[in-house]
């Protein structure tokens, strides 16, 4: 073998060589997260008095710069008549993009790997999901919510991102997975 060719050789597998070796630090460095934390800056909830269709209340919970650790979220309170039934369903949303993007039908369609939890203080609330992923186990983007006599407190909503982690079966847990958003409303009942 001349020379020259040596040298074609060597340089040929050389540059081989380290273009195997990006490729496989590229892979390393930067793996696709299926269990990826969305990205939520808007939470609105509907509900809509079961008995009065016409009765209906929208609440907001809104981070204005979408960052997940902002000081001043907006957010409205809940006021709702005592001794009553709502129908509600949450819609979420990420506002920092253009046109916002519908989180909500991601949660949908990913429902065996998310759920909602619902926390309620002091009010006289109880809250029952009214939706399930394909298991049967709660999502929580639809729910009913039954008011008792009036009182004042507080409703947290809490979306836990599961992946795999998601039982499949019962009512879920909310120890399990990552939290996508976590809202406090405050609740008064009339």
Known sequence: MNFNNLIILLFLSTVLSFTACKKDDDNVANPENPNENEMITTVQVMLINTADPADQIKVTYR???????????FVESMKLKANTTYSAEILLLDESKTPADTISNEV???????????????????????????????????????????????????????????????????????????????????
């Open 63 to 73: 981070q204005i710069q979408g960052l997940r650790n902002s000081l001043s979220p």
């Open 108 to 190: 949908r369609e990913e429902g065996d790997a998310h759920q909602f939890f619902y926390k309620v203080q002091d009010a006289n609330l109880t809250v029952s999901y009214d939706d399930a992923d394909e298991n049967g186990v709660p999502i929580g983007l639809k729910s009913i919510v039954k008011t008792g006599e009036p009182s004042t407190g507080s409703l947290e909503v809490i979306l836990k991102h599961q992946g795999e982690e998601k039982p499949k079966s019962g009512n879920g847990n909310e120890l399990l997975g990552s939290t996508d958003v976590e809202v406090t409303f405050t609740v008064e009942i009339e």
